[in-house]
Structure formats: structure tokens, C-alpha cells
């Protein structure tokens, strides 16, 4: 199950009209105040859930923009280690390198998944090329024992980060903060004694929940809001314009 972050704004009437039910609920049954402690209880889950909620999908946020310094710095490692190779075989692998750059930019641009047909062709292209090329003559003896690691790392790392790109909490996670806010919206309007409803608390309330559900989803899914690390690709750009 996969969320927008604009899904968060259904809330924001629900919340508003759930609030409505709770206070002309309790208009109507005239009861008497009660202990609010299962209200505190319910209040006080919800504000758990929805900063363990926030605080997991910054964590994962910022995983997301550690994975591509070290694509960066794998990528690089290994196209410097093309000079043990013969000099006569390392034009065309160069090239295969700032071809590959180019295939994993723009990744949060799209909803598709992470690894490219493209990536992947270029990738065989690259190891077998390689593999060839550290047994030539004329290269460093260390060529094998250096680049192929190189390599390796660097073919590794996108599938580490498609794993990253696709770990979200489970669907559950986001239907009972859903739950909650409505539970905890239609609870702030039974808790209104007062006859007259506050219309200014009443919408500030629900604004509050739903630009913060709003945001963790935006943050959770960065290629499905507003939100698409783009600058991410400023990273990969520089190990690209080194590649001359």
C-alpha cells in the first residue's frame, strides 16, 4: 500500500466534522463533566504514534541522502581505479562509466523502481568489460585484486538502495493514524462543554494534524509529494564532471 502525502488532506474535513459530532453528542446527552483521563490516554497515544511515525520517516529520509554519497564515492573509487588497466582499454570503460552516471540521476523524479533497465545493462556491460581488461597486457598486475571490488561495491550499492527506497512502515501503521486523528478530533469535540463551538480551535486543531501527517508522508515518499531529493543529484553531477 502506498500513500500520497496529499491523501492527508482528506482529514482535514473529517477531522472538522468529527469534532461537529462530538460536541453536538455531547450537547445532547447533557452529561456532567467526567475524568478525562481515558481522553488523556487517547490524546496521548496518538501524539506517540504520530512522532514515532515523523521521527521514522526522517531517519529513513536521511538514509536516503547517505546512500548516495556512498553510490558517489563507490562510483568514483573505481573509475579512478581504471588506470591500472591498459591505457589503450580505458577510453571505452570511461565512457561506460558517464553513461552509468547519467542513468542514476533524476531516481526520486519517478515512481517506477529505483534500478533501471538501462542501469542494469550498463552494469554487466562495466563488470564484463573489466573482467576482460584487469587480465590484458600492459596493466597493473593489482588491476584484479583493486577494481573488481571497486566494482562490485558499486554494483551492490543500488540494490541497497532500492531496499532503502522501498522501506516504508507497514500499511497498518498509517490506517490507525488515520484512526487516531479522527478518534482524537471527534474526542476534542465531546470535550467542548461550552454550547457556543469555537470554530477558530475547531480548524486550528485539524490544520495542526493534517500538515503534520501532510509532512511525515512527504518526507516517507519522496518521489510521490512535493518533496524529491533532486539535489541529491548535485552529488552525483561532481563525480560526473570529474570523468574527463
Same mark, same amino acid.
Given at each position: ?31 456532567a463533566p467526567q475524568s478525562s483521563a481515558i481522553e488523556g490516554a487517547v490524546f496521548a497515544l496518538f501524539g506517540l504514534l504520530l512522532a514515532f511515525t515523523f521521527s521514522g520517516a526522517v531517519a529513513r529520509y536521511d538514509v536516503h541522502r547517505e546512500l548516495v554519497t556512498d553510490e558517489r564515492n563507490a562510483i568514483e573509487t573505481a573509475y579512478l581505479r581504471l588506470d591500472l588497466l591498459p591505457p589503450a582499454s580505458q577510453p571505452p570503460l570511461r565512457q561506460l562509466f558517464r ?29 564484463? =568489460?573489466?573482467?576482460? &581488461? ?5 596493466? %597493473?598486475? $593489482?588491476?584484479?585484486? #583493486?577494481?573488481?571490488?571497486? *566494482? ?67 518526507? =516517507?515518499?519522496?518521489? &510521490? ?5 533532486? %539535489?541529491? $543529484?548535485?552529488?552525483? #553531477?561532481?563525480?560526473?564532471? *570529474?570523468?574527463?
Amino acid at each position: 500500500m502506498t500513500l500520497s502525502p496529499f491523501d492527508a488532506f482528506f482529514l482535514l474535513p473529517a477531522m472538522i466534522v468529527l469534532q461537529q459530532l462530538g460536541h453536538g453528542l455531547r450537547l445532547r446527552r447533557q452529561t456532567a463533566p467526567q475524568s478525562s483521563a481515558i481522553e488523556g490516554a487517547v490524546f496521548a497515544l496518538f501524539g506517540l504514534l504520530l512522532a514515532f511515525t515523523f521521527s521514522g520517516a526522517v531517519a529513513r529520509y536521511d538514509v536516503h541522502r547517505e546512500l548516495v554519497t556512498d553510490e558517489r564515492n563507490a562510483i568514483e573509487t573505481a573509475y579512478l581505479r581504471l588506470d591500472l588497466l591498459p591505457p589503450a582499454s580505458q577510453p571505452p570503460l570511461r565512457q561506460l562509466f558517464r553513461d552509468y552516471v547519467n542513468s542514476r540521476l533524476h531516481l526520486y523524479e519517478r515512481a517506477s523502481d529505483e534500478v533501471q533497465p538501462a542501469t542494469e545493462q550498463l552494469q554487466r556491460q562495466i563488470w564484463q =568489460e573489466s573482467v576482460v &581488461q584487469v587480465a590484458a597486457p600492459g596493466g %597493473n598486475p $593489482d588491476a584484479a585484486k #583493486l577494481l573488481l571490488p571497486a *566494482l562490485n561495491q558499486m554494483i551492490d550499492i543500488t540494490a541497497t538502495r532500492q531496499n532503502a527506497f522501498n522501506m516504508h512502515p507497514p500499511a497498518i501503521i498509517f490506517l490507525l493514524l488515520f484512526a487516531l486523528s479522527g478518534g482524537s478530533a471527534f474526542l476534542a469535540g465531546y470535550g467542548m462543554t461550552t454550547e457556543r463551538r469555537s470554530w477558530l480551535y475547531t480548524i486550528a486543531f485539524a490544520f495542526a494534524v493534517t500538515l503534520t501527517i501532510y509532512a511525515t508522508l512527504e518526507i =516517507e515518499y519522496p518521489s &510521490q509529494g512535493l518533496i524529491r531529493l533532486t %539535489n541529491t $543529484d548535485e552529488i552525483l #553531477l561532481q563525480v560526473r564532471d *570529474l570523468m574527463k
